[in-house]
């Protein structure tokens, strides 16, 4: 094995040992960004490699690395004085990265230049490896993720620049530079010319290629010999009519009949060419105004409408291929347009890329613009082309054209072509409905979603549709998917070239935002059902305007739940796209089945595959009956109205009894059931309907009866449910059917998760005598907690809120005719001063009643607000703290408390015969283990502050999370994010990335009130000290917003959080007389949505509000009109900060004018 070094000057034999030692080189390394290397296809990664050995070639590199996604090149030293290898690398490095912004999709591309030592260790059989300071050096800088798109490089390497070193570097570090390789400097064009790199490659450089390149002619062949020809050449011809790519039959027709362009095969692989010429007729008006000749109808892909575009046939002159066009479209001979329309101007370019269509093989395009000016325009020649009146009129080939300004710019244009094209054909724009005109023209000229067609002297608009009626069984009846304002089916205009299947997809992608594999797997078409048929009328959006409806429709199943789609409850769901809300709602299929039929032959999916009998579908989520409505006069009293709604109700003792001794019949013991009907709309204030609260409490009594007979089968109910003959089910139950996803969460759960811990603290709480497995239950102490189960969410619904009477006084810090709207400390002023209202408590012993006010009221203890960290401790413990200090929290009263949670939680989805879904199915049994454990931090209250417990909570939940989230945080935002990272629950990772990127405003917010303890002089260790004051804020169902959206979008639901905060602040300025205070802020109108769809929820004049309620100790965030001003209780939200790619979309739309540009000569243009 031996060793050399590589020479400065580049042209030492990198063969011969021995070199002299001390030469310096400069080399440069790329590396594909993580995002393309993910995303790149194998034909872009060969046409990447295939640039690089021709960019190589170009300015005289030699390859020293190379791998799929990366590699390095060695530069070097031109003959010339004037030009180094450190410029040689730059214009390498430079050309490359243009190349890669021009691709579809784009690539992004990280390059580093270092100048230093190279050494080369030579291996057998002529194998070497190149090693030392220049290589790696440039490595180093083409790692760094932050700099795609760029050359880095040092200041050393800077220093050796001679012909680029008067370009503008941009200064990141003390010795680090960053170019842009779009700046173009003049002095390239100094350049001594035998070194001089072109942007493009020039006419000398392009003919030498010619001549290496074989132009491929393999004769005429059918559709299917060209398909195999293709793939003599390595052409993957399946990817052919996927997504946005041709169909084979278009790429035959257009080399094998159209012969608009040619193959040609480079160094061993095709390559499209095609050659355009572009022409712009001018022309002046009477009134002096210049004007363009345009396409009436047509539109290129750039969404233009067109000039006349003229595709060069292989082997002819562009100016022949000109000559002849006009000749045969317009009747103008050679010798009128060498006379009439000379060619005043014209431009060339040429590139080579991949495209979207076409992404199997790379194209050069070589694009003519030309110009032709017609100066004598009242010569009867130019008559055929409506000289000198210039209005619209038809071709030979009757295409429409017409005479626009030429100054407009593409929008302006296609106006004046749409406005001439409907007066000239007596269409009376001033009937049509506002925003009509803009509508069609972004339908012919955006979308291309219709056209307009001159047929016996009447214009006539022909649009295609996709209408799609979407089935699906909820609780075994089938509904139909409809708009929720016009009980439509969904539908959509289809676009230029697409067939209905995937017309079909995009619908169901853009629509419904549904997911590929989503269709794949679960949306199954009715092929029995598909007819296309016309309907013809006069459009109601166009007064005048004839529009010919080719109309596809199809009926599918969706044969899988799914949040998305508001199932499997079969809720109304909202979808938000491009600024445009729709509402969708399920209803049953009898509505519509005279539309469209009884179809039930439900064979083939989407994508392709399995017949419906091949598929397991689940069965829909099972619920109970809900009880009769309480019906209450409007108005009045809300206490009164409570104790109308109750009177003489009465709870039936003997069955609540036995339900208690034997932990069975539950539902029908409890009057204050029947409360969840009492609504004045279907919504309660948790932001659920009243019926998912009733399913939510009873699912909570069944979770009390499967708790008490763990010992039993009470586990396998726990985890699987139970059947129609309310017998527990299992993983082998045939009825009803379960996902393979769905059975195996449970099966985990039920094999994984140690129950025992549970039985503890049920003989803990006094409902068993004697020991878990073998003694009784205790008949009464059950019963409490059974009455305890039934009551406690009844003043979710909004319509029972008491007022706070001048009887009880102040209460809570609510004063008198204050509405209470914190529904577990309303339960707890019914309990206190209006308890026989409610007979099932009323009637419970003295003893119970106590243990029941104590969880509820007493204890001032929410669980949920610790285990979520929802809370500041001041709030979640004082009071609970006080009552332990006092000595009156019993024992088995704080572990009654804990098992409520537990059975409420578990019955937290609206199901209640699945089972504890809600443990079983969304939390990993690791995660439930740690919920029971998290209870033992509160036991140190006793010996220590409110404070330091709620530390230690954070700490323990960070350092028991799964995978490790790395060392505790400390300082400014630790405990902040440590919340947060609570409050994400299964989302940390993307929390603590979303918390690094967040802008310092923001993050100052939620550092300092997510700090506030809301006790006087008590403060976090972990944390910087905050500016003393209140009150603190408890922004309720914060983790409901962070669990919904941080797996999306965890940076804006971060800045959503920050400004709610940042107003409520404004609200209630910090007051050193409210340190212990804490406000309650309601969010829970909010919760539900992704951050895109709440920037998308208000209408015009509306917007989001953070609103101080009447008791000013609580808050609520709702839609408003937009306020005129802003007022000390009411301060408008500005959520549009949180509007994620806002500016990549802004790049994306500047990026995509550039492409569809180059987009103007693809198939279809001539």
């Known amino acids: 094995m031996e060793f050399s070094k590589v020479q400065s000057d580049g042209y030492a034999s990198v063969d011969s040992a021995g070199s002299n030692d001390g030469g310096v080189c400069c080399c440069m390394a790329w590396r594909l960004s993580k995002p393309s290397q993910a995303t790149i296809s194998k034909h872009q990664l060969r046409a990447l490699h295939v640039e690089i050995q021709s960019v190589r070639e170009l300015v005289g590199a030699t390859v020293i690395e190379v791998a799929a996604t990366h590699g390095a090149l060695q530069c070097k030293d031109s003959r010339h004085l004037a030009v180094s290898a450190e410029d040689t690398a730059l214009r390498l490095g430079q050309l490359l990265l243009r190349w890669c912004s021009e691709q579809e999709p784009r690539l992004e591309l990280a390059v580093g230049m270092h100048t230093g030592g190279l050494d080369v260790c030579h291996l057998p059989r002529g194998h070497k490896l190149y090693f030392g300071p220049a290589l790696s050096g440039a490595v180093e800088l083409a790692d760094d993720a932050s700099s795609s798109m760029c050359i880095k490089l040092r200041e050393n390497t800077k220093a050796g620049l001679k012909l680029y070193e008067q370009l503008p570097y941009t200064l990141t570090g003390s010795d680090m530079y960053r170019f842009d390789p779009f700046v173009e400097g003049s002095q390239l064009h100094s350049c001594p010319q035998d070194v001089r790199w072109p942007s493009k490659r020039s006419s000398g450089r392009r003919k030498e290629e010619e001549m290496n390149n074989k132009v491929l002619d393999p004769g005429y062949l059918g559709v299917h010999e060209f398909g195999s020809w293709l793939e003599r050449y390595g052409i993957d011809t399946s990817l052919f009519g996927r997504g946005e790519v041709q169909t084979l039959s278009q790429l035959h027709h257009e080399i094998m009949e159209e012969k608009k362009a040619v193959l040609v095969e480079v160094n061993g692989f095709l390559e499209r060419r095609l050659e355009v010429v572009f022409v712009s007729i001018v022309a002046k008006s009477k009134e002096g105004h210049e004007l363009v000749l345009r396409s009436a109808v047509d539109v290129t892909t750039d969404r233009r409408s067109l000039g006349i575009v003229v595709t060069v046939p292989f082997g002819s002159h562009w100016t022949d291929a000109l000559r002849d066009r006009l000749a045969s479209r317009f009747g103008l001979s050679r010798e009128v347009q060498e006379e009439l329309l000379p060619i005043e101007a014209n431009w060339f370019k040429e590139e080579k890329k991949l495209t979207r269509s076409l992404p199997v093989m790379q194209t050069t395009y070589r694009t003519h613009k030309v110009r032709m000016r017609i100066t004598k325009t009242s010569r009867k020649e130019l008559q055929c082309i409506s000289l000198p009146n210039m209005s619209t009129f038809a071709a030979h080939d009757l295409s429409h054209w017409a005479w626009v300004s030429w100054e407009a710019g593409a929008e302006s244009s296609n106006q004046e072509v749409l406005t001439k094209l409907l007066q000239d054909n007596k269409i009376n724009l001033s009937e049509w409905p506002h925003g009509s005109f803009s509508q069609l023209l972004t339908e012919v000229y955006d979308t291309q979603a219709a056209t307009l067609q001159v047929v016996k002297h009447e214009l006539i608009r022909h649009v295609r549709v996709i209408k799609v009626w979407l089935v699906t069984d909820i609780l075994s009846v089938s509904h139909l998917l409809v708009t929720k304002s016009k009980d439509r089916p969904l539908s959509m205009c289809v676009e230029k070239g697409i067939s209905w299947e995937q017309a079909l997809e995009n619908l169901l992608s853009l629509r419904l935002g549904l997911k590929e594999d989503f269709m794949k797997k679960s949306v199954m078409v009715d092929q029995s059902s598909y007819h296309l048929f016309e309907e013809i009328e006069y459009s109601l959006s166009y007064p005048g305007l004839k529009t010919v409806y080719r109309i596809h429709e199809v009926t599918c199943r969706v044969a899988d739940p799914h949040a998305q789609l508001g199932l499997p409850d079969g809720n109304d769901f909202t979808v938000c796209r491009s600024g445009i809300t729709t509402r969708y709602t399920w209803q049953p299929f009898k509505a519509h089945h005279s539309l469209i039929g009884r179809r039930t032959s439900f064979k083939k999916t989407l994508l392709g595959g399995k017949d419906l009998a091949e598929l397991s579908l689940p069965s829909p989520k099972r619920q109970l009956p809900l009880p009769e409505p309480m019906v209450f006069a409007p108005g009045g009293d809300a206490n009164c109205r409570l104790k109308d709604l109750m009177r003489g109700k009465e709870t039936d003792w003997v069955r609540a009894r036995h339900a208690a001794m034997h932990i069975c019949d539950c539902v029908a013991s409890f009057p204050e059931l029947a409360l969840f009907t009492a609504t004045e709309n279907e919504m309660t204030s948790s932001g659920r309907s009243a019926a998912d609260e009733y399913q939510r409490t009873l699912g909570a009594l069944f979770a009390v009866y499967w708790l008490m007979r763990l010992h039993g089968d009470g586990l396998q109910s726990f985890v699987y449910g139970v059947g129609e003959d309310w017998k527990p089910l299992s993983a082998a139950s045939v009825e009803p059917v379960r996902s393979a996803e769905d059975l195996k969460k449970r099966q985990a759960f ?108 007493d204890m001032e203890f929410n669980l949920g607000w610790l285990v979520q960290a929802e809370a500041p401790p001041g709030i979640l413990f004082s009071r609970f703290k006080r009552i332990i200090r006092q000595g009156k929290a019993k024992s088995s009263d704080v572990a009654l408390y804990l098992v409520h949670w537990l059975t409420d939680l578990a019955g937290a989805e609206p199901y209640p015969e699945e089972g504890a879904e809600k443990f079983v199915l969304k939390f990993p049994p690791q995660l439930f283990v740690s919920f029971l454990s998290s209870f033992h931090c509160v036991t140190f209250l ?80 972990l944390a910087l000290k905050v500016e003393e004051g209140g009150p603190a804020f408890l922004v309720y169902y914060a983790p409901a917003l962070m669990q919904k959206n941080c797996g999306l979008d965890p940076e804006g639901a971060l800045i959503v959080l920050a400004e709610i905060l940042r107003h409520a602040r404004a609200i209630w300025p910090l007051q050193e007389s409210a340190a212990d205070d804490t406000v309650i802020i309601q969010i829970d109108v909010l919760k539900g949505f992704h951050i895109a769809e709440l920037l998308d929820q208000p209408r015009p004049g509306e917007c989001w509000v953070l609103k101080r309620q009447q008791n000013e100790i609580n808050a609520t965030v709702c839609k408003e009109p937009v306020p005129k001003e802003i007022t000390p209780d009411r301060r408008p939200l500005c959520f549009e900060k949180a509007r994620r790619n806002t500016h990549q979309r802004r790049t994306s739309c500047s990026s995509d004018a550039m492409v569809r540009e180059q987009q103007s000569i693809e198939d279809d243009v001539g």
């Open 750 to 857: 039920y094999s994984k998760v140690d129950m025992g811990q549970i039985g503890k603290i049920l003989v803990s709480a006094g409902l068993f005598q004697g020991g878990f497995c073998n003694g009784a239950n205790d008949p009464e102490r059950t019963l409490a907690l059974l009455v305890l189960s039934a009551i406690h969410d009844i003043m979710k619904v909004t319509s029972l809120l008491p007022v706070v009477t001048e009887a009880s006084g102040p209460f809570e810090k609510h004063k008198v005719g204050d509405v209470i709207y914190n529904h577990d400390t309303a339960l707890g002023y019914i309990l206190q001063y209006m308890p026989d209202v409610l007979p099932s408590y009323a009637g419970l012993p003295e003893e119970q009643k106590e243990s029941v006010k104590f969880t509820q009221f």
């Open 942 to 1021: 006793s010996q220590k502050s409110e404070t330091a417990v709620m530390e230690d909570y954070l700490c323990w939940r960070w350092a028991m999370n799964e995978p490790p989230l790395g060392p505790i945080p400390r300082g400014d935002g630790a405990i902040a994010l440590m919340r947060l990272v609570v409050m994400a629950q299964g989302h940390c990772n993307a929390v603590l990335d979303a918390w690094k990127g967040l802008n310092a405003e923001d993050k100052e917010v939620l550092a300092n009130e997510l700090t506030r303890t809301a006790r006087a002089e008590q403060f976090f260790e």
